[in-house]
């Protein structure tokens, strides 16, 4: 939900995704919230030599999670 909030005050797209990744957010969801923020990568390729993201996506990614810690570090 606060990706969510947070996403739409930058005027970014989101979209919820269940991950069956194997990242640390999945080890912990058993005993706290978690969420990840996933960036485009061109042509959808990844986890190979080909996959590339645009440096805007990057950018949008990293002040997406700043404004989450931001938000989260008022309510501490």
Same mark, same amino acid.
């Given at each position: 939900?606060?990706?969510?909030?947070?996403?739409?005050?930058?005027?970014?797209?989101?979209?919820?995704?269940?991950?069956?990744?194997?990242?640390? &957010?999945? @080890? *912990?969801?058993?005993?706290?919230? +978690?969420?990840?923020?996933?960036v485009p990568s061109i042509e959808g390729r990844s986890h190979s030599p080909e996959e590339m993201t645009?440096?805007?996506?990057?950018?949008?990614? &990293?002040? @997406? *999670?700043?404004?989450?810690?931001? +938000?989260?570090?008022?309510?501490?």
């Open positions: 939900d606060l990706v969510e909030s947070e996403a739409k005050e930058l005027g970014l797209s989101n979209v919820r995704m269940p991950s069956g990744a194997g990242h640390d &957010a999945g @080890l *912990l969801s058993h005993s706290y919230p +978690t969420s990840m923020i996933f645009r440096e805007k996506d990057i950018e949008n990614g &990293a002040n @997406l *999670l700043l404004n989450c810690i931001l +938000t989260l570090s008022q309510t501490c």
